[in-house]
């Protein structure tokens, strides 16, 4: 079932994802597929809807900056400094997990959240318990959809609901960056050059070193 954004839209998600559902959404990219990300059955009736490979997390939306700490063990130095230069906005920072089901973090022990730069899209996940899976709406290995009929063409009814906010404006997903291992490592090129986060390494790098006299 497909209907527009709205505030009785927002309800009927929330209403969803609290009984264990899963809807899907635009994000602040293409459209996703989201579940309470603590309710390990709606997680894994998300991989089982994409075919997906349990080797690889599911990454996460956040409404606010303080939702981090509730899947976030501790924040790394370089997280705080990534999330303070690109959120909101479309980065996705892979950093270590809180205790959170397996389902989720494929036992990576790590996590990626991402706080977009969209109020509505912020909106709809506040609704909806503060933070929302987002992988992508699509079958593994297709096409990532823009449009809500795209994601009905995927999967029908499949979906409990899928809330049309219009079609997607970009053309690359978010960039995903993983910083648990204490360096910066991209692992997927996306609408955040990775110039962009080099430079802001390379800012942090000099700010920290020893001044000497």
């Excluded at 929330?14 to 997680?43: H, K, M, Q, W």
């Excluded at 899209?121 to 290995?141: H, I």
Aim: hydrophobic fraction near 40%.
């Amino acid at each position: 079932m497909i209907i527009p954004d709205s505030p009785q839209a927002r309800e009927s998600a929330a209403r969803i994802i609290s009984s264990g559902g899963v809807i899907s959404f635009r994000t602040d990219t293409f459209y996703g597929l989201g579940a309470d990300p603590l309710n390990e059955a709606a997680v894994l009736r998300i991989r089982e809807l994409k075919g997906r490979d349990d080797r690889k997390p599911i990454l996460l939306l956040l409404a606010d900056v303080r939702e981090v700490d509730r899947f976030i063990a501790v924040r790394s130095p370089l997280f705080t400094q990534l999330a303070e230069r690109f959120w909101p906005g479309p980065l996705t920072i892979v950093d270590t997990a809180s205790e959170l089901p397996d389902a989720l973090t494929a036992q990576s022990k790590t996590i990626g959240v991402r706080l977009p730069n969209d109020e509505t899209v912020r909106t709809l996940v506040r609704c909806c318990g503060g933070a929302l899976t987002a992988t992508s709406a699509n079958t593994s290995g297709s096409p990532p959809a823009a449009t809500a009929q795209s994601v009905a063409d995927y999967f029908g009814e499949t979906v409990d609901l899928i809330v049309d906010c219009g079609e997607s404006t970009l053309l690359e997903p978010s960039t995903v960056v993983d910083v648990s291992t204490g360096v910066v490592q991209i692992v997927r090129a996306g609408a955040v050059p990775a110039i962009e986060i080099q430079a802001v390494i390379d800012d942090a790098g000099k700010s920290n070193r020893p001044h000497h006299r």
